[in-house]
Every structure is written in structure tokens, then in C-alpha cells.
């Protein structure tokens, strides 16, 4: 049973590779229907007075995706960061940079998934209010899929739309890298890894990309 929280000590002794097959191994139990029972008083009372998060999951805000859950992961275990379109901002950067640079996550998954509803009103070239700013954060990924896939560019084509979720976490962790000397000098110094992938709806697997 996960009855204990990661202490500041565990957080220390671990390497952004182990926190990543961590993750993944989480994944397997979900898909497997066997996740770990959770003495969650436990947890609630001993991250009372602070937190020492492994990894941070930057995702999409799809109901379907609720990141903790896929992941088999519990209360203090990862941060999470959710916005339509798992897109990096301002705040998205900042929020990372805190959880890696000051409390000290060694590994940023930017998570993707499997048809995504904001990649298809991006690649339909929606327009709706703050939706369409919004979009606007995906739509790189929309052109590069443009070069990359044959037939009907827009949501009706399937390809379409699983090449631009794809492209769009790639370009994500492109731009966290030129955005945040912060997070880019942590990966350099192998003190994090950044990496991606793609939830997929059908089947409950996490696929890295």
C-alpha cells in the first residue's frame, strides 16, 4: 500500500530516468487495472507541512485524462499543469521552472492525448472568443502537420489530427527549452529530463514520443 510521501531526502536520491519509469510503470498498473491501494490520511497528514513532487506533468485539461489517475501516482507525488492543448505560456513556464528549479521535480512530461479537441479546433482554424488566442498556441504544430500529412487539413482527417498532437508536444518541449534558460540549463546539467507523450484515449497507454 502507498502509505508513505516522498520525503526532501527520497526527492534527492532520485534520477529524472528512474522518475520516468516510475511514471511509466504507474501507466501499466492503470492499464492493467492494478493500481496500488492508497492509505490516503496517510499521505493528506504527512504533506501537511511541505512537498516533494518527483515529476511535473504538463497536460491537456480533457476529463478523460485525469493525469494522477493514469499515472497511478497519489497525493504529493507530482505537480501537474493543465491547459487546452497542453501548450507552454508565461505562467506554464513559470509554473514548471518552480517545480523543477525550487522544489526540486526531476523529470517535466508534457503529456499529449489521442484526439485531442483543441488540436481539432485548431487545425478547423476555430475562431470563438479567447478560444481563439488560445488556439493560436497550437497552430505551429497545425503547419507543421501540413508538410508531414496527405489528404484533408483539417479535423476529418484522423492523420491530421495524431500528427499535430504529436507535433505539438515536440514543439512544446522545443519552446520550454528556448523559453526557460532555467529548465534548459537543469537538462543540460542532467539535473532533469524533459520529455513527451501521448495519452491515448483508446486504449489508456501513455506512448512517448
Same mark, same amino acid.
Given at each position: 500500500?502507498?502509505?508513505?510521501?516522498?520525503?526532501? %531526502? =527520497?526527492?534527492?536520491?532520485?534520477?529524472?530516468?528512474? =522518475?520516468?519509469?516510475?511514471?511509466?510503470?504507474?501507466?501499466?498498473?492503470?492499464?492493467?487495472n492494478k493500481m496500488q491501494p492508497v492509505d490516503q490520511a496517510?499521505?493528506?497528514?504527512?504533506?501537511?507541512? #511541505?512537498?516533494?513532487?518527483? &515529476? =511535473?506533468?504538463?497536460?491537456?485539461?480533457?476529463? /478523460?485524462?485525469?493525469?494522477?489517475? =493514469?499515472?497511478?501516482? &497519489?497525493?504529493?507525488? @507530482?505537480? !501537474?499543469? /493543465?491547459?487546452?492543448?497542453?501548450?507552454?505560456n508565461v505562467d506554464i513556464l513559470g509554473s514548471l521552472e518552480?517545480?523543477?528549479?525550487?522544489?526540486?521535480?526531476?523529470? @517535466?512530461?508534457?503529456?499529449?492525448?489521442?484526439?485531442?479537441?483543441?488540436?481539432?479546433?485548431?487545425?478547423?482554424? !476555430?475562431?470563438?472568443?479567447?478560444?481563439?488566442?488560445?488556439?493560436?498556441?497550437?497552430?505551429?504544430?497545425?503547419?507543421?502537420?501540413? %508538410?508531414?500529412?496527405?489528404?484533408?487539413?483539417?479535423?476529418? *482527417?484522423?492523420?491530421?489530427?495524431?500528427?499535430?498532437?504529436? *507535433?505539438? !508536444?515536440?514543439?512544446?518541449?522545443? /519552446?520550454?527549452?528556448?523559453?526557460?534558460?532555467?529548465?534548459?540549463?537543469?537538462?543540460?546539467?542532467? %539535473? @532533469?529530463?524533459?520529455?513527451? #507523450?501521448?495519452?491515448?484515449?483508446?486504449?489508456?497507454? !501513455?506512448?512517448?514520443?
Open positions: 500500500m502507498k502509505n508513505l510521501a516522498i520525503t526532501k %531526502e =527520497v526527492q534527492i536520491a532520485l534520477s529524472p530516468s528512474s =522518475v520516468l519509469t516510475d511514471l511509466l510503470d504507474g501507466n501499466q498498473r492503470f492499464v492493467s496517510a499521505l493528506v497528514s504527512q504533506t501537511e507541512g #511541505g512537498q516533494f513532487p518527483k &515529476a =511535473v506533468v504538463l497536460s491537456c485539461i480533457d476529463s /478523460r485524462v485525469p493525469v494522477e489517475t =493514469v499515472l497511478d501516482q &497519489a497525493i504529493g507525488d @507530482i505537480f !501537474v499543469a /493543465r491547459v487546452a492543448g497542453n501548450f507552454e518552480y517545480s523543477c528549479k525550487v522544489a526540486g521535480s526531476k523529470l @517535466i512530461l508534457v503529456l499529449g492525448h489521442e484526439s485531442c479537441g483543441a488540436v481539432k479546433a485548431a487545425c478547423d482554424g !476555430v475562431e470563438l472568443g479567447n478560444i481563439t488566442a488560445m488556439l493560436g498556441n497550437i497552430l505551429p504544430a497545425v503547419k507543421k502537420s501540413a %508538410e508531414e500529412v496527405d489528404g484533408d487539413l483539417d479535423s476529418s *482527417n484522423k492523420d491530421f489530427v495524431a500528427k499535430t498532437v504529436e *507535433n505539438n !508536444v515536440k514543439l512544446t518541449i522545443d /519552446r520550454i527549452r528556448e523559453r526557460s534558460p532555467i529548465l534548459k540549463d537543469l537538462e543540460d546539467n542532467g %539535473e @532533469i529530463q524533459i520529455v513527451g #507523450g501521448v495519452y491515448m484515449l483508446s486504449t489508456g497507454k !501513455v506512448e512517448m514520443i
